[in-house]
């Protein structure tokens, strides 16, 4: 199956006035995480109806009709500060002038805030109570780290004005409402989409591909993408590949500083020749073609865009069950990916992946309702259920 994104948003958005947007990421690149590509082609998307602001203080995009504001970073470390001296420089650079503020960041500012990640307050505060709770809240008064986050997320999650709380999943709105219960109110789910649908590559595609990457000719490429590799599960992954037949070779798309410590695992467990760290990519597409499918057994991601970009290419997909990964609530076991109910076990991942590659037909069903359920999440939908938000806050009755 084939699906090509509708070039133009305009056609088929509800009608309305075009609105002056500032969207705030500090990193607005196509190499950054899924919360940096998730802003960025909505960007694209909503660029072709309204005019667009982009601040950051990283930026590697360009895109017709979106202006880009950089912002001084006067230091990286540490982060939190960083973090504390972005927000108040957007809300100086916005707080005039815009029809809508949206944010991708913890900023207290912002009509619209897009939460891409669990809140510090969740994975502070979870299950904690009496004395445990007590130690927690002396660790966090003693922290100016966690005392800057709280505080800039309890910013974030105010409704004392107008202002859209935008999830990425079904999960992620439990969570947040968990932590801070007076937004649930507040909350809209706003699922990731994908450019388009191109389907299983065919075998002169994959070849092409692979040769292009360094990757072996023949054989089975399992394919892993994530920039936090502990996180993303790329320990169990490695730990999997001993076990599987030596024609099996691992592709590592994501963050260069972490391929040292990964190279070293690999080396341990003595399958580093069949490991192959592809580093950070712009474009993404020519992996995708090169594997014959991807495995995320991520031990926590409130979506995994990754996933639904490789079904979107018709891979079979091996992912964490959804404690772990958001996505995979909308997910069917054994039709649109094989669901891994413990990410951790290195065991039941490598059985997983023999069945896979044994089961013709196994491979066949689920590449084709992958397909079928990446055409059904286009960004030029996801652009009009955002498009929506903004105009609900920017309507006369507000």
């Known amino acids: 199956m084939k699906t090509d994104e509708p070039s133009d948003m305009q056609d088929s958005a509800t009608p309305g006035r075009r609105l002056r947007i500032a969207v705030l990421n500090r990193q607005f690149s196509a190499t950054g995480g899924g919360a940096e590509r998730y802003s960025l082609a909505l960007v694209e998307q909503l660029a072709l109806r309204h005019e667009m602001h982009v601040f950051a203080q990283q930026i590697d995009h360009a895109w017709p009709g979106v202006t880009y504001h950089r ?9 939190w500060l960083n973090q504390l001296w972005y927000a108040g420089a957007t809300w100086w650079a916005t707080r005039h ?34 004395v445990s709770l007590a130690l927690r809240w002396l660790k966090v008064m003693t922290s100016p780290r966690l005392l800057v986050y709280l505080g800039l997320e309890r910013g974030r999650m105010s409704l004392v004005k107008p202002r859209v709380i935008v999830v990425t999943s079904s999960s992620l709105t439990e969570q947040t409402a968990q932590a801070y219960p007076a937004c649930r109110s507040a909350i ?27 990757l072996p000719a023949s054989g089975r490429c399992v394919l892993f993408v994530g920039n936090d590799y502990r996180k993303k599960g ?13 024609d099996c070779f691992l592709a590592v798309v994501g963050n260069a500083s972490h391929i040292p410590e990964f190279q070293a695992l690999a080396s341990q467990r003595k399958v580093l020749p069949r490991v192959f760290f592809l580093g950070p990519r712009q474009a993404i597409d020519e992996v995708y073609t090169a594997a014959d499918c991807l495995v995320h057994p991520t031990l926590e991601d409130t979506f995994a865009m990754v996933v639904l970009e490789a079904m979107a290419h018709g891979l079979p997909v091996l992912v964490s069950q959804q404690k772990y990964c958001g996505i995979s609530g ?3 076991h054994e039709l649109h990916a094989l669901l891994l109910e413990d990410p951790t076990q290195a065991n039941a991942l490598a059985a997983a992946l023999q069945r896979l590659f044994n089961d013709a037909d196994l491979r066949q069903r689920l590449s084709a309702s992958a397909t079928e359920f990446a055409s059904h999440h286009l960004w030029s939908n996801v652009a009009r259920q955002q498009d929506a938000v903004y105009t609900s806050l920017c309507s006369p009755s507000r």
């Open 71 to 79: 912002v001084f970073q006067p230091f990286k470390r540490p982060r």
């Open 97 to 130: 002038g815009f029809d809508v503020v949206h944010s991708h960041e913890n900023t207290w500012h912002g009509t619209v805030q897009t939460v891409h990640v669990l809140p510090v307050r969740y994975n502070l505060f979870r299950d904690k109570a009496g």
């Open 188 to 214: 809209r789910v706003i699922s990731p989409g994908v450019a388009h649908v191109p389907g299983l590559a065919s075998a002169a595609q994959r070849l092409a591909a692979r040769k292009d990457l360094g």
């Open 234 to 246: 790329l320990v169990t992954l490695i730990e999997a590949l001993g076990q599987l037949p030596v």
């Open 330 to 332: 909308l997910l069917t």
